[in-house]
Structure formats: structure tokens, C-alpha cells
């Protein structure tokens, strides 16, 4: 059974500090890596993907990739109440075509 | 607009009533997929296709058909559902442009069925 575990939260985070959100991933196979951003209510959305072990930022956002310790994170820096949401781990299988998520964490950014 | 659609955005069925949730993308894309999300469980893949005439089996196929004729449409067809189908569904699509598989994908608004 391929897992996608993170923790459930909420995170709660004052407005403009760094949240850290982490994932970790059983399929060693796995080569493929997104971080979703969902709404309450809404669908899930891209915010990064990344495919090689080390750091990727865009904007205020940078994930991370450890494949090693089977581990990727995202950081949200300068954390606005609108990121206020739930984070969704996404991974691909070994066969690249299927996916993996994790059950999200859900982020409160405060004012 | 680049967009996924699925309808019924809304659903409430009695057990063993076949429903169709249709999804539809306007991007030219080779990958659709279907999920489900359940509370505490996260989004579990259910079908993914590849191309025309090209699906597979995800996590928890179980209790649902699909079928791919057109490069746009992707249905999902519960033949006879039950109360432990009832779920939030999301259809979508991505294009296969790098060697690792999907990309971006790009999902629908949702469709919450509730089975009876």
C-alpha cells in the first residue's frame, strides 16, 4: 500500500511568519512530487512541483526534496491570511501515471 | 477559458440506481483522472486514462466504469451504488509532456454525490 502521510494540523501561523508544511512518502520509485493548495469548498490547485532532490522557490513559496528520506516539504514565507487553506502531498507512483495524496494540512494564517 | 467541467456539480441517489458524472476538458490534454475525498482520508485516485481507449485502475476502483472515446470526455459510471460511494468527486486533466508522467493537473469543481 503506497502512503502519503502529513500531519493533519491546523497549522496556525501569525501573518508574515514562514510555515512549514511536511510530507513523508513510502514508494521509493516515486519521481514525481506536488503540493496542492485547497479552499474549503473549492478544488485543489497547483502551487509547486518539483522532481529533483534540493530546493525550488517560486515567489514566497519554496519546496523541498529529500528522496533519500523520502521526505518533501513546502515553506511559505511571509504567510498572508489568504493562504489560509489546506495543503495537499501529491506523489506519483513507480509507474509515473498513478497518484498518491496525502489527507492535507490544514493551514490557519492569523492577522 | 481553460477549464474542467463536471456535472452534476450535486447528487442524491437511491442505492443501485446507475448514474453517470460526466467530465469534459478543453485543453487538449492526454491525462484525465477521477478521485474521490473523503474526510480524513485525502484524495484517492479511482481511474486515470492515458490516452483515447487507454484506461487504468487507480487506488479504489472498486464499484465504478469508465470509459474514454473522446480525447475531451471522461465519465464516470457507478452501475449500482451504494452508501459507501457517497463522496466528494473530482475529475482531471493534465498533458503528458515530460518523461516522469502527468504534470499540472487540473481539476473540476467537484461533484458531491450522496447515495441513499
Known amino acids: 500500500q503506497k502512503e502519503v502521510e502529513q500531519n493533519s494540523g491546523p497549522l496556525s501561523v501569525p501573518e508574515g511568519a514562514i510555515a512549514s508544511l511536511n510530507c513523508t512518502y513510502s514508494?521509493?520509485?516515486?519521481?514525481?512530487f506536488f503540493w496542492y493548495r485547497q479552499y474549503s469548498g473549492k478544488s485543489p490547485e497547483l502551487i509547486m512541483s518539483?522532481?529533483?532532490?534540493g530546493d525550488k522557490e517560486d515567489g514566497r513559496f519554496t519546496a523541498q526534496l529529500n528522496k533519500a528520506s523520502q521526505y518533501v516539504s513546502l515553506l511559505i514565507r511571509d504567510s498572508q491570511p489568504s493562504d489560509s487553506a489546506t495543503y495537499l502531498c501529491?506523489?506519483?507512483?513507480?509507474?509515473?501515471?498513478?497518484?498518491?495524496f496525502g489527507s492535507g494540512t490544514k493551514l490557519n494564517v492569523k492577522p | 477559458e481553460a477549464q474542467v467541467t463536471q456535472n452534476p456539480r450535486y447528487l442524491i441517489t437511491v442505492t443501485g440506481k446507475k448514474l453517470t458524472v460526466t467530465c469534459s476538458q478543453n485543453?487538449?490534454?492526454?491525462?484525465m483522472s477521477w478521485y474521490r475525498q473523503d474526510p480524513g482520508l485525502g484524495l484517492r485516485q479511482i481511474y486515470y486514462?492515458?490516452?483515447?481507449?487507454?484506461?487504468d485502475k487507480g487506488d479504489v476502483p472498486e464499484g465504478y466504469k469508465v470509459s474514454r472515446k473522446e480525447k475531451r470526455n471522461f465519465p464516470l459510471i457507478l452501475e449500482s451504488p451504494s452508501p459507501n460511494q457517497t463522496s466528494l468527486y473530482f475529475c482531471?486533466?493534465?498533458?503528458?509532456?515530460?518523461?516522469?508522467?502527468?504534470?499540472?493537473?487540473?481539476f473540476g469543481p467537484g461533484t458531491r454525490l450522496t447515495v441513499l
Open positions: 486514462s492515458m490516452n483515447v481507449e487507454v484506461t
Open positions: 501529491a506523489v506519483n507512483g513507480d509507474n509515473f501515471n498513478k497518484f498518491y
Open positions: 518539483i522532481y529533483s532532490n
Open positions: 514508494d521509493r520509485g516515486s519521481q514525481s
Open positions: 485543453m487538449n490534454h492526454e491525462y
Open positions: 482531471a486533466s493534465s498533458s503528458l509532456a515530460g518523461a516522469l508522467g502527468p504534470d499540472t493537473q487540473y
